[in-house]
């Protein structure tokens, strides 16, 4: 089969759109606190008495603490917010992209079923659907599978396919492997450095990612994963004359090169977007 359309269209929208305090101040004291006590009382016999020295006896501690609350403690430094270890943005303003995250070592672990989740999520957004179905219509032009025929039926047989592959390789890829060998499925964008050198990171995350634990391992889930995708789509529900060992790996070649593509795009995004934003603006 031809590599997929959309690893293309990937790779020509990166390549034609990147180039190389104030304090508080504290309150004055109480003025009441510093009121002038009356003189003692003396009585016939010369004898000095304190007036209320017997009925009202000052309270050690109170005596001690200065006047007003100057010397209150300080308010504990608040903690920093709880981070939930997904992202809500979205590639090119509509794909969903739940699993991409700035580069830091501080974002909890992903639990199985989250993994599942978010995966689920990502696949059956509507954006997702057309998506699917751009692919599947620059395949039927390009009559990428001639046994899958023209016209409605034809574009159905891509559009089942394409869908198909996604959602196991995504599956495959970005919950199934990850849980069984607890791995961590999400991007850490670096976001800083030249365009060579984070695009090299971007294709590395091919091979290398992270435990659930944080660590660095090879990346089994993305290898093992797409390899067993491809080979599930391809003996069960592609042609019968594409089911074969140099079709199936063909897929897989295909679905990694698609992958270090849309590593790519999430790497760059950030960068794209500001692009945009900025033409508006002018």
């Known amino acids: 089969m031809k590599p997929r359309a959309g690893t293309l269209v990937l790779c020509a929208i990166l390549c034609l759109c ?57 308010a504990a ?65 390009s009559d990428s599978e001639p046994s899958y025929g023209q016209g409605a039926a034809g574009y159905g047989r891509r559009y089942g396919t394409t869908f198909g592959d996604t959602l196991i390789e995504n599956f495959m890829v970005g919950a199934v492997l990850p849980s069984l060998l ?44 797409s390899a067993m995708a491809a080979g599930i789509s391809t003996y069960s529900y592609h042609p019968q004359s594409d089911r074969n060992l140099g079709n199936a790996a063909s897929v897989w070649g295909t679905q990694i090169a698609s992958d270090v593509a849309s590593a790519m795009l999430k790497e760059f995004w950030p960068d794209l977007r500001k692009k945009a934003h900025k033409k508006q603006a002018t």
């Open 77 to 141: 430094p608040s903690a920093p917010p709880a981070q939930s270890g997904t992202s809500n943005e979205r590639l090119l303003f509509a794909l969903p992209n739940y699993l991409t995250v700035e580069g830091t070592s501080h974002l909890p672990p992903l639990t199985a079923g989250e993994k599942f989740k978010l995966v689920a999520r990502g696949m059956f957004d509507p954006a997702e659907f057309v998506w699917v179905g751009l692919i599947a219509g620059i395949g039927q032009a």
């Open 182 to 225: 607890r791995q961590d499925p999400r991007y850490y964008r670096m976001g800083k450095g030249g365009f060579f050198h984070r695009a090299g990171y971007a294709a590395g995350r091919i091979f290398a990612t992270r435990s659930d634990s944080g660590g660095k391992q090879f990346n089994y889930s993305e290898i093992f994963g």
């Open 18 to 74: 990147l180039s190389p305090g104030v304090r508080a101040q504290q309150k004055p004291a109480d003025s009441q606190a510093a009121k002038e006590q009356k003189p003692p009382a003396v009585d016939q016999n010369g004898a000095g008495a304190q007036s209320g020295a017997a009925t009202a006896p000052q309270d050690p501690k109170s005596a001690a603490a200065p006047s007003g609350a100057a010397c209150a403690a300080p």
